[in-house]
């Protein structure tokens, strides 16, 4: 039973917003309504107009969700496929992402916000991820330790079982791919949460799944609200391991929420990450750096280099371009292929964030660059792309994620004060550092707190290398062979290549 819809082309979805049928959880291989009949609506956040109503999720769901993933990890061959088997189902899923790509940057564009050039590449990226993690899992191997000629051990790995996965809303498609295709080739079966802010593509993702041949129980999607479905499914007692990308609070929670049946966690948290610029580094190439690191994703994104932190010489020159260039970023209709912010996800976000540069203004900031709504933009969720100069460390907004299109500047003097400044926040997820003293470079990355840190570059993934951050960034890291470090058991076998001694008990005086 599929809901694979047909892709209208960018130009026509920005004419008229779509009329997507409800949203439906998706559980044992069929669409499904709440198990309470509940619904709420999902609003388009570039007008605040209704675009679909969705399934409201309720314990009743969860518990059908996780019984049906339990129930395919216990008694289907999916766990048990040869790695092979199982890549080939997520390379059948990666052509199919690309087949449906119209429709996914569609619905993922109307459901966020994000502006369509930078939402195809996202797309992209998720369709990689699965022929990434199918790739890897037909080499992923074991270790073997051989103890003279008496042993051999040797590690194996094992799916774990029923894996909850707690997605945000600010990438939902790519992140969320993120995590299922891992889960998927270690031979985990899945409950899937999507932010009630954005359930749009995860609904038209199952339906991909079903049809690259996942097997019913496999993938299950359960929308709603964190209270009333991230949190039953974070303490349901059949789920084996909990992935989750949010803010800190919620994290808490999720974790407190597992801690009674000791499920495994992996949480991507906050960010505040800084932007250390050195006097020797390229200016121009620092100021394309810095904007593109803040303002693309509507400034919603937890990798933000959301603090420039610029040696007191360069100051001056760094923050005036930076402003110059961030009043003429581009702001309209997330379907225009030359718009370059887009609005932020909802109104109580929007008044949060203008919360934020208010109160940097009372503090003391010297405002460079936006502050407020863009000029002809009454509708919607919108909001000039601001830059905050002479931000100290203790104003809320140098400590505290903004989680929008707010970057704040700081001097420093010395490559000390760099350093203590970069780590005078809870976050520790990313960092970038800026200098043509390649020495100074790595010592700078290594005193950072932070889980990663880009030297002369903005944030360039690789698919291949850990993610995560120390702190209260998060706890555990994903990417690459590391996320099966989460997404399996790890098992040692021992293995006695001959006789050897024994202890004998019990023989009395007969020994």
Known sequence: MTELGSAKGAGEAALAAPAYDTQRHYIGGAFRTAARGGTFESLDPATNEVVAVVADGTPEDVDRAVTAARRAFDESPWP??????????????????????????????????????????????????????AGVI???HGRAFQVGDEFLNYTIRKPVGVAGLIMPWNAPLMLSTWRIAPALAAGNTIVLKPAEWSPLSSTHLAAVLEEAGVPPGVFNLVHGYGETAGAPLSAHPGVDLIAFTGECGTGEKVIAAGAPTLKRSSVELGGKSPVV??????????????????????????????????????????????????KTIRIGDPFDPRTEL??????????????????????GARLLAGGGRPSG???????????????????????EEIFGPVLVATPFDTEEEAIRLSNATQYGLAAYVWTKDIQRGHRVAHAIDTGMCWINSHNVRDLRVPFGGVKRSGIGREGG?????????????HVAL???RIPRLGLGDDE
Do not use: W
Not at 377 to 399: C, I, K, S
Not at 481 to 493: R, W
């Open 277 to 326: 610029v050195f006097e020797d580094a390229d200016p121009e190439l620092v100021v394309d750096a810095a904007l593109a690191q803040i303002f693309t994703m509507n400034g919603q994104r937890c990798t933000a280099g959301s603090r420039l932190l610029v040696q007191r010489s360069l100051y001056e020159r760094i923050v005036t371009d930076v402003a110059e260039r961030a």
């Open 80 to 133: 048990h496929l040869k790695a092979e088997q199982r890549a080939a189902v997520l390379r059948r899923i990666a052509a199919l992402i690309r087949v449906h790509s119209d429709e996914f940057v569609e619905r993922e564009v109307r459901d966020i916000g994000m502006p369509i050039s930078q939402m195809h590449g996202l797309a992209a990226r998720s369709a990689d991820n699965f022929d990434y993690y």
């Open 138 to 140: 037909t080499e992923l």
């Open 481 to 493: 062979e590391y996320a099966f470090d989460f997404y399996c058991e790890t098992e040692i076998v």
């Open 377 to 399: 933009f009454e509708v919607g969720n919108y909001l000039e792309a601001t830059v905050l100069a002479d931000v100290r460390p203790d104003m809320r907004v140098f400590q």
């Open 342 to 363: 887009g609005p932020l996800i909802t109104v109580e976000h929007y008044e949060r964030v203008l919360g934020y540069i208010r109160s940097a203004r009372e503090e």
């Open 498 to 500: 001959g006789s050897h």
